[in-house]
């Protein structure tokens, strides 16, 4: 039974100051364990057996929650290089930046070495590792917990529970990690800071202690990636179905084997184990060389035949770079006759590869080419029929499949929606009854469509064909019209709607301007005014608004067409506005308080949205004019109809509830009655694109919309 350390880390506060990149470095984890075990200047004889052991170990692998930037800020300290005969006391303070990390709490961080054996030294790490303090700064209080288990129980336990880190290539995040002798290097480090300053002719003098020994490692580095173009000997491209997809990578796999065994005999093991999967192991899977093979999308006319294939090669697999290459440049695709109908050529041409990639990450992936489960249906016999009992519980089966698969891809992101069927989710898709399924039973074959918490970059490839051209997924492309964002905590009693409102529209265009770059002015779609400051010209109305709906607690950002039937959806600003909201998890909004945010879909059926005759004021209607002879209350009425005009909307009774300002610009609540039902959003008067003028459904007692 293979044994794994898992050490997990739980910070105190949300909020992790250690420079460097995130998660805190190996390295730096060492030297807290280091901080913990000492005892004043003295490290236990048995403490650092376990630590010389433990900086002997591979690097470990990491998991931890995904984090947010927090607000920068300056610290000012002593100057460390103030000598050549200075006096350190009298020099300038040096100014150091801190860019502190920003995460959920009740997520830990966890360190997990495997394999690793039983030994003495290992069971009194687990026992100093409980006296770990802080990790990073001074101000990083946390407590570690360490554990021994087997390597299956400690994955089922990370899974699912952050990012995972793990140690590849040269190309990724370079992370500091402890080596032979880094313990020592700490103790002269430690004993040399005690004496760094000393007199010298009269004055105090300054020696920098040397640095810890150390190496930095690459992590989370991605594959190399090679596209192919399948052309004919006229340089055309060659076209091949779907349901061809498990044939077309088989065969291109089993080519370039052939290849490197006739070239590399000695190597043929290695060759099948890493190109063709036989004989492979679970550690094998990292390695392994895949072929994906890339139906054309984009369009809704496009008939999403393959013409292309990308070949994925791990930046740790033992089979060079330049080796893979030549054994599939030129590779031949041919018939079951063996006439050959194309072959690999090598582009540059990355146009149709963007659609798989997503530079801007998508929530929701479906599969092209069907996914093979762990788990079938049961064929049905001629003349036979299946209850649709039976149909769920297959279906339950296979949604069940699908957690294992992406765990089994590596990917850690939990999916809050999984659909199944056979039948494909696009237009021109492929059946999975008609996929040629190789050594896979037809009947574990499923499409799969999934909606994950957080947006993901692709290309993603699931299930247990991920390897030769099954489970290939693609980004569902979906900009919503509205935003919205649950607010978990944070938020202050006595809160007020419309400040709350106005600092989200100050946050909405900062992550806009970071978005598209500091050159690029910020378009009056996103601000309300032209170039020179001036308003919106035609009503000023054709820009964002930013709501604080507290008796929901959550806010919610709405570009202008869902408001105002007189404008147009415009999906160049929804996506950069769908790109800068992306992560959007924090907002500091002054005395309303800080608070912690997150992306929550909308429907039909919310109070703001929903078809009703009567809408009532959440927060209070603002008149555009100042009433002339008439009282507050003829204005006000007088006032909200030129508004629904203006948005489009007919005509409603108006019924004045409360006047909160009578003098200038009238300010109420109201209830709008319409002749026939409407759909929301409703939001009126001078106010609403900060926050004010929102008007939810009326109910009646049975919950149903007046």
């Known amino acids: 039974m293979t044994l794994a350390l898992l050490l997990t880390i739980r910070f105190h506060e949300p909020r992790y100051h250690g420079s460097g990149a995130w998660p805190p470095a190996p390295m730096r984890l060492f030297q807290a364990l280091v901080a913990g075990a000492a005892q004043g200047a003295r490290l236990p004889d048995e403490d650092r057996a376990a630590l010389e052991w433990l900086e002997r ?184 179905s779907p349901r061809n997809a498990l044939t077309l990578t088989s065969t291109l796999l089993n080519g370039a084997r052939a290849r490197l065994t006739r070239e590399f005999a000695d190597r043929t093991e290695t060759f099948d184990r890493l190109i063709i999967g036989r004989g492979a192991d679970a550690d094998d899977k990292l390695l392994r060389i895949r072929l994906i093979p890339l139906p054309s999308i984009g369009s809704e006319h496009v008939d999403r035949n393959i013409r292309r294939v990308l070949l994925e090669i791990p930046q740790d697999c033992p089979i060079r770079r330049d080796t893979v290459l030549w054994a599939f440049d030129g590779l031949a695709w041919h018939d079951a006759d063996g006439v050959v109908l194309g072959s690999l050529v090598c582009t540059d041409d990355e146009q149709m590869l963007s659609n798989y990639k997503r530079e801007r990450k998508s929530l929701v992936w479906q599969t092209e080419i069907p996914a093979a489960l762990g788990t079938g249906r049961r064929r049905l016999g001629k003349g036979d029929t299946k209850p649709g009992t039976e149909r769920l519980t297959e279906e339950g089966k296979a949604i069940s499949a699908v957690h294992q698969a992406l765990r089994h891809a590596g990917i850690d992101v939990q999916p809050t929606g999984i659909e199944v069927q056979r039948e494909p989710f696009s237009a021109r898709g492929t059946l999975c009854n008609d996929v040629e399924s190789g050594r896979f039973d037809k009947h574990v074959l499923w499409h799969v469509r999934l909606r994950f918490e957080r947006p993901l970059s692709g290309p993603l490839v699931i299930g247990n064909g991920r390897y030769t051209g099954l489970g290939v997924m693609s980004p569902v492309e979906e900009v919503p019209d509205i935003f919205a964002f649950r607010i978990d905590g944070g938020l202050q009693e006595g809160a007020d709607a419309e400040s709350l409102a106005q600092a989200l529209r100050r946050a909405v265009m900062a992550r806009v301007q970071a978005h598209l770059g500091p050159r690029v002015a910020l378009p009056g779609w996103f601000t309300g005014h032209q170039a020179n400051g001036a308003p919106l010209q035609g009503g000023g109305h054709a820009h964002l608004t930013c709501i604080a709906d507290l008796p929901r607690e959550r806010l919610l950002v709405i570009p202008p067409h869902p408001f105002d039937s007189t404008t147009k959806r415009d999906m160049r600003h929804l996506e950069i506005l769908a790109g800068a909201m992306q992560d959007f998890t924090e907002l500091r909004a002054g005395s309303a308080g800080a608070l912690t945010l997150c992306t929550q879909p909308v429907d039909t059926e919310d109070p703001l949205l929903r078809h009703a005759r009567v809408w009532q004021s959440v927060t209070p209607y603002a008149a555009t004019r100042h009433p002339r002879r008439e009282s507050a209350e003829d204005a006000l009425v007088a006032d909200v109809q030129r508004e629904l005009g203006r948005r489009g909307l007919p005509s409603a009774e108006v019924e004045v509830l409360e006047i909160i300002e009578a003098t200038r610009k009238p300010v109420a609540r109201l209830r709008l009655t319409f002749a026939t039902a409407q759909v929301g959003p409703i939001l009126l008067g001078r106010t609403l694109h900060k926050g004010g003028g929102v008007f939810e459904i009326v109910t009646e007692r049975d919950g149903r919309p007046t």
């Open 57 to 240: 170990l591979s690097p470990p692998e990491i998991v931890a929650p995904p984090v947010t930037s927090g607000h920068r800020y300056i610290n000012y300290v002593p100057n460390n290089d103030a000598d050549a005969g200075k006096d350190p006391t009298q020099a300038p303070k040096a100014a150091k930046t801190i860019l502190p990390h920003l995460f959920e709490t009740n997520v830990p961080v966890y360190y997990l070495w495997t394999p690793v054996e039983d030994c003495l030294e290992l069971r009194q790490l687990c026992q100093l590792a409980e006296r770990l303090h802080h990790l990073g700064r001074g101000v990083d209080a946390a407590w570690c917990e360490a554990q021994l288990l087997p390597e299956d129980a400690t994955r089922a336990t990370v899974a699912g529970q952050g990012v995972h880190h793990r140690p590849s290539g040269n190309s990724g995040t370079m992370q500091a990690v402890p080596v032979h002798g880094s313990l020592r290097s700490l103790e002269r480090r430690f004993a040399l800071n005690r004496r760094k300053f000393r007199k010298l002719g009269g004055k105090a003098a300054f020696s920098q202690p040397p640095k810890p020994l150390l190496r930095e490692i690459s992590y989370d580095a991605p594959p190399d990636r090679v596209l192919y173009e399948i052309l004919d000997g006229r340089q055309r491209f060659v076209q091949v």
